[in-house]
């Protein structure tokens, strides 16, 4: 059987292993998020309330359906997305822990990409801006075509990523790099004030450090949907390393 | 037969070129790739059982690891976040508390070995100050302590107990202002202009036991949310304590210290969390081993160096 070696076995692993990691950045991330919150308003003259991100709870418990009976919708957010209100220490605690298996599993990936080769399928080219517009193209028309019934064939490409995915696979690297640099700067604001600095100091590191967690989450929704849009082939690829899609590749062994 | 007779005779027999003439051969089809350039994936030809057998064990190994990641966060979730999920079951253990306390240890280690005496802390200019919220963890105390206030010096090399006022401190040692910023374990931080006296020259006037190599600083009239007394008590390394800009502080933005920041007299220690930063200090007390610690005890890290 003819396959292609897709995906390097240190590549997948740190892959897979990203999800729990992450999974415990943002969770206990947005508990210590809770203890100051970097969005705040003049505290309101009845509740006291002063954080946006209770706003955002409030107004859900209000209007969707089902979350009525909450029993504090101030903590609606941090009851639903982190390990919960309150809980400081233990956040802490999980997000260091996740932090450095973040580090090391990022080494491993670093390492599965430059044994494997891997990283050259990622670096971004010239030929990217163009051929972004025909993916993103293609991914507006698609519907349209499905509902008018008509042939909207995907753009040919001869590289292992169409321009769109090689954006978003060097992004979130780039990321994960910039949330563990901005992670030291708002962590040893002191010893590594320089750090800091590059950010624009301390608070404003935090603020990046809060987007930056928004990236993940902005990139994971549609990758998700993609890969099992794509189908099993794609998805499997990650698991085993190896996918039956040869058409574009040379057969270098037997 | 010299090679000029030799191709012509090949010629004239009409047998395909390929490999007999130099030029030819030196044309290649490939074009050679750059370092950065992408390459197509390998293609292997591997026989179907062999990728099916290597297919079931990643299969299998990447449930296991599913399953793992699942047990855990079972196993290091904290307990009221997984009751908030439906797990009712307590599976809080001694090894949980340990494996969590041992992440927070090696974060304490590598602040540790961050830190030097010689690096300063950035300081600010007056138009960069910031407001400084009052963040008594419980009630403020009543001013009434103030007056009566004395800071008790003990574990030092004389095996004495000493007992010192304001006046002793700000007319024995000098006075040094600093514009630093002060960083709160929840994240906030604010830039404040203090002026106190080195930490380091109580330490060269009265010095510690020698094997000191920790101090605990104790805030006696400190007080819980109902207003009950509930003294605070902070380790702090000597190496720390030692920085030119640890100071104990009397005055904060030009005014001697009110209640609210820790009157009359609290430890500001930028290169820690604000935690470490003990308001209205009443002892100080040098010991070789490492002496409790008020948040540490809450599951807050011990040397909480920044």
């Given at each position: 059987?003819?396959?292609?070696?897709?995906?390097?076995?240190?590549?997948?692993?740190?892959?897979?292993?990203?999800?729990?990691?992450?999974?415990?950045?943002?969770?206990?991330?947005?508990?210590?998020?809770?203890?100051?919150?970097i969005?705040?308003?003049?505290?309101?003259?009845?509740?006291?309330?002063?954080?946006?991100?209770?706003?955002?709870?409030?107004?859900?418990?209000?209007?969707?359906?089902?979350?009525?009976?909450?029993?504090?919708?101030?903590?609606?957010?941090?009851?639903?997305?982190?390990?919960?209100?309150?809980?400081?220490?233990?956040?802490?605690?999980?997000?260091?822990?996740?932090?450095?298996?973040?580090?090391?599993?990022?080494?491993?990936?670093?390492?599965?990409?430059?044994?494997?080769?891997?990283?050259?399928?990622?670096?971004?080219?010239?030929?990217?801006?163009?051929?972004?517009?025909?993916?993103?193209?293609?991914?507006?028309?698609?519907?349209?075509?499905?509902?008018?019934?008509?042939?909207?064939?995907?753009?040919?490409?001869?590289?292992?990523?169409?321009?769109?995915?090689?954006?978003?696979?060097?992004?979130?690297?780039?990321?994960?790099?910039l949330s563990?640099a901005t992670g030291w700067a708002i962590h040893k604001p002191?010893?590594l004030h320089?750090l800091a600095a590059v950010f624009g100091g301390y608070n404003a590191a935090r603020v990046w450090h809060f987007?930056l967690?928004?990236?993940?989450?902005?990139?994971?929704?549609?990758?998700?949907?993609?890969?099992?849009?794509?189908?099993?082939?794609?998805?499997?690829?990650?698991?085993?390393?190896?996918?039956?899609?040869?058409?574009?590749?040379?057969?270098?062994?037997? | 037969?010299?090679?000029?007779?030799?191709?012509?005779?090949?010629?004239?027999?009409?047998?395909?070129?390929?490999?007999?003439?130099?030029?030819?051969?030196?044309?290649?089809?490939?074009?050679?790739?750059?370092?950065?350039?992408?390459?197509?994936?390998?293609?292997?030809?591997?026989?179907?059982?062999?990728?099916?057998?290597?297919?079931?064990?990643?299969?299998?190994?990447?449930?296991?690891?599913?399953?793992?990641?699942?047990?855990?966060?079972?196993?290091?979730?904290?307990?009221?976040?997984?009751?908030?999920?439906?797990?009712?079951?307590?599976?809080?253990?001694?090894?949980?508390?340990?494996?969590?306390?041992?992440?927070?240890?090696?974060?304490?280690?590598?602040?540790?070995?961050?830190?030097?005496?010689?690096?300063?802390?950035?300081?600010?200019?007056?138009?960069?100050?910031?407001?400084?919220?009052?963040?008594?963890?419980?009630?403020?105390?009543?001013?009434?302590?103030?007056?009566?206030?004395?800071?008790?010096?003990?574990?030092?090399?004389?095996?004495?107990?000493?007992?010192?006022?304001?006046?002793?401190?700000?007319?024995?040692?000098?006075?040094?202002?600093?514009?630093?910023?002060?960083?709160?374990?929840?994240g906030?931080?604010?830039?404040?202009?203090?002026?106190?006296?080195?930490?380091?020259?109580?330490?060269?006037?009265?010095?510690?036991?020698?094997?000191?190599?920790?101090?605990?600083?104790?805030?006696?009239?400190?007080?819980?949310?109902?207003?009950?007394?509930?003294?605070?008590?902070?380790?702090?390394?000597?190496?720390?304590?030692?920085?030119?800009?640890?100071?104990?502080?009397?005055?904060?933005?030009?005014?001697?210290?009110?209640?609210?920041?820790?009157?009359?007299?609290?430890?500001?220690?930028?290169?820690?969390?604000?935690?470490?930063?003990?308001?209205?200090?009443?002892?100080?007390?040098?010991?070789?081993?490492?002496?409790?610690?008020?948040?540490?005890?809450?599951?807050?890290?011990?040397?909480?160096?920044?």
């Amino acid at each position: 059987m003819l396959v292609v070696r897709k995906h390097h076995f240190l590549v997948r692993w740190s892959h897979w292993l990203n999800v729990p990691i992450l999974l415990g950045l943002i969770l206990s991330g947005i508990s210590i998020y809770w203890a100051s919150p970097i969005y705040q308003h003049k505290p309101d003259p009845n509740t006291g309330n002063f954080d946006v991100a209770a706003d955002i709870g409030i107004w859900i418990c209000a209007h969707v359906p089902g979350q009525h009976h909450s029993s504090s919708p101030p903590d609606w957010i941090y009851n639903h997305m982190s390990l919960g209100p309150g809980m400081l220490a233990p956040a802490l605690r999980v997000h260091w822990l996740c932090a450095y298996s973040f580090m090391l599993n990022g080494l491993v990936y670093v390492a599965g990409l430059a044994v494997g080769g891997g990283w050259r399928s990622l670096l971004p080219r010239w030929t990217d801006l163009v051929d972004a517009l025909r993916m993103f193209r293609y991914y507006v028309g698609f519907p349209l075509a499905k509902l008018a019934r008509r042939q909207w064939p995907h753009p040919r490409f001869n590289t292992k990523y169409n321009a769109l995915q090689r954006a978003a696979y060097f992004s979130v690297p780039v990321a994960g790099f910039l949330s563990v640099a901005t992670g030291w700067a708002i962590h040893k604001p002191m010893q590594l004030h320089w750090l800091a600095a590059v950010f624009g100091g301390y608070n404003a590191a935090r603020v990046w450090h809060f987007w930056l967690m928004w990236l993940y989450i902005f990139f994971v929704v549609p990758h998700v949907f993609l890969v099992f849009a794509d189908g099993w082939d794609t998805l499997r690829s990650m698991i085993v390393g190896w996918s039956t899609r040869v058409e574009r590749s040379e057969v270098v062994a037997k | 037969m010299n090679n000029d007779e030799k191709r012509d005779s090949l010629r004239g027999l009409d047998v395909p070129s390929t490999g007999v003439e130099p030029e030819v051969k030196s044309v290649s089809v490939k074009k050679p790739h750059s370092f950065f350039a992408e390459r197509p994936l390998p293609a292997i030809e591997i026989a179907s059982q062999g990728l099916r057998y290597q297919s079931r064990r990643d299969f299998l190994l990447f449930g296991a690891g599913a399953l793992t990641a699942l047990a855990g966060a079972g196993f290091l979730l904290p307990q009221e976040t997984l009751s908030r999920i439906g797990i009712r079951r307590n599976i809080n253990s001694p090894a949980k508390e340990w494996f969590l306390n041992r992440a927070l240890r090696i974060d304490d280690d590598v602040a540790e070995a961050l830190y030097s005496v010689n690096r300063s802390v950035p300081t600010y200019t007056k138009s960069q100050i910031t407001p400084l919220k009052n963040n008594y963890n419980g009630s403020t105390p009543d001013p009434g302590y103030i007056s009566g206030w004395k800071l008790t010096l003990a574990g030092l090399a004389s095996g004495l107990s000493i007992s010192l006022d304001i006046r002793n401190l700000l007319t024995r040692f000098p006075v040094h202002e600093q514009i630093t910023r002060l960083v709160c374990v929840e994240g906030w931080s604010a830039i404040a202009w203090w002026a106190g006296v080195r930490f380091d020259d109580l330490i060269r006037a009265y010095p510690p036991m020698s094997q000191a190599k920790w101090a605990r600083v104790d805030s006696s009239v400190n007080l819980d949310a109902s207003g009950n007394p509930d003294p605070y008590f902070m380790s702090l390394d000597l190496a720390t304590a030692r920085h030119p800009q640890t100071l104990l502080a009397t005055h904060f933005n030009g005014q001697p210290l009110t209640v609210d920041h820790g009157a009359p007299l609290r430890l500001l220690v930028p290169m820690k969390l604000g935690l470490k930063n003990v308001k209205a200090v009443t002892r100080i007390t040098y010991a070789a081993e490492e002496p409790r610690d008020y948040w540490a005890e809450r599951g807050y890290s011990r040397y909480d160096g920044i």
